[in-house]
Nanobody
Framework: VQLVESGGGLVQAAVSLTLSCVAS????????LRWYPQAPGKQREVVVG???????HYTDFVKGRSTISRDDAKNTVYLQMNSLKPEDTAVYYC??????????????WGQGTQVTVSS
């Protein structure tokens, strides 16, 4: 299974950006999907997660400014971020709990996509 993020880039503050993460490979079912930004010199921390049932868990980092969504037909998760701030600058990693067979679930990471917000 591979996860590939895209959509990052260099943007100015206050604009919006949508990140995508596509899963491919031997996928029986993709379960909880998450986004983890990692700012320079800091640990990677989850900021939002989305379950198969549609339950979303936002942290204060993104609450009110971001929307996570998924398209299970495309094995894709999105993160729309609005009103970007310089402190949002980070490499954004996608994380997914994926069943490769009905009884086997593993966690997978993408390679990350860089988001840089200038003031």
């Amino acid at each position: 299974v591979q996860l590939v993020e895209s959509g990052g880039g260099l943007v100015q503050a206050a604009v919006s950006l949508t990140l995508s993460c596509v899963a491919s490979g031997n996928i029986y079912k993709a379960n909880t999907l998450r986004w983890y930004p990692q700012a320079p010199g800091k640990q990677r921390e989850v900021v939002v997660g989305l379950t198969t049932g549609g339950t979303v868990h936002y942290t204060d980092f993104v609450k009110g400014r971001s929307t996570i969504s998924r398209d299970d037909a495309k094995n894709t998760v999105y993160l729309q971020m609005n009103s970007l701030k310089p402190e949002d600058t980070a490499v954004y990693y996608c994380n997914a709990d994926i069943q490769v067979y009905p009884d086997y679930e593993y966690g997978y990471w993408g390679q990350g996509t860089q988001v840089t917000v200038s003031s």
